[in-house]
């Protein structure tokens, strides 16, 4: 069963909507950042990524923005569609590692249609 | 391109078994894989760093003993869970990094669901 503390935070949306997924991050000295989106019974699926050298990057259809001030770092992703529901999680690179992702804890996005 | 494969992608092994898990890059040279294990509605977590021909890094609280990692080649790495115990089931995911590629850029294989009866 279930341990308190293990829910992952949910969105729920609805088709055609924007979502906005956050993220905080724990690594001051991380000097790149990544989405990841995973869907059940599979591995992560990069989404986009982004330096530390800057607040904000388009891709298709998502955005992602970093607030270093505040080691925030959000997704948005525009006309949110039902093949877009999944568990979406950030990552950060420590400065000077080989490159090793340290994961956040993942939001489940539920989109209705 | 850039495909990571795994195989097993699902197995059950009884308590005290030993249980192989394979990491291929299809298409690319990976001189670094990771292994990750992820419990149910939880995250992935950083199991140890791979690198060609040498032995691999492990994170803090990992038993290299009991999770047997091998980076014979530079597209291939095995997870060989040894002494499986019901606390061992997880889904396992590799990534591999291309050597041609900046530091940052793993790709994912699509994970081995492991569970011990």
């Known amino acids: 069963g279930e341990s308190v503390g293990l829910h992952l935070p949910t969105l729920s949306v609805q088709e055609g909507d924007n979502s906005i997924i956050n993220c905080a991050y724990s690594?001051?000295?991380?000097?790149?950042f990544i989405w990841y989106k995973q869907e059940s019974g599979k591995g992560p699926q990069f989404i986009i990524d982004?330096?530390?050298?800057?607040d904000k990057r388009q891709g298709q259809r998502v955005t992602v923005l970093l607030n270093k001030t505040v080691k925030h770092l959000s997704l948005q992703i525009a006309a949110t569609q039902p093949g877009d529901s999944a568990v979406y999680f950030c990552?950060?690179?420590?400065?000077?590692?080989?490159?090793?992702?340290?994961f956040g804890k993942g939001t489940k996005l539920s989109v209705k249609p | 391109g850039a495909v990571v494969s795994q195989h097993p992608s699902w197995v059950i092994c009884k308590s005290g078994t030993s249980v192989k898990i394979e990491c291929r890059s299809l298409?690319?040279?990976?001189?670094?894989m990771f292994w990750y294990r992820q419990f149910p509605k939880q995250s992935l977590m950083l199991m140890a760093t791979?690198?060609?021909?040498?032995?691999?890094?492990?994170e803090q609280g990992v038993e290299k003993d009991k999770f047997l990692i091998n980076h014979a080649s530079l597209t291939l790495s095995t997870l060989t869970v040894t002494s499986a115990h019901p606390e061992d089931s997880s889904f396992y995911i590799c990534?591999?990094?291309?050597?041609?590629?900046?530091?940052?850029?793993?790709?994912f294989g699509p994970g081995t669901r492991l569970t011990v009866t």
């Open positions: 990534s591999a990094r291309d050597r041609g590629l900046a530091i940052y850029e793993q790709y």
């Open positions: 690594n001051s000295a991380s000097d790149y």
């Open positions: 982004i330096r530390s050298n800057m």
């Open positions: 990552a950060e690179t420590p400065g000077g590692s080989q490159g090793n992702l340290i």
């Open positions: 298409d690319f040279q990976a001189t670094t």
């Open positions: 791979s690198n060609e021909g040498s032995k691999a890094t492990y």
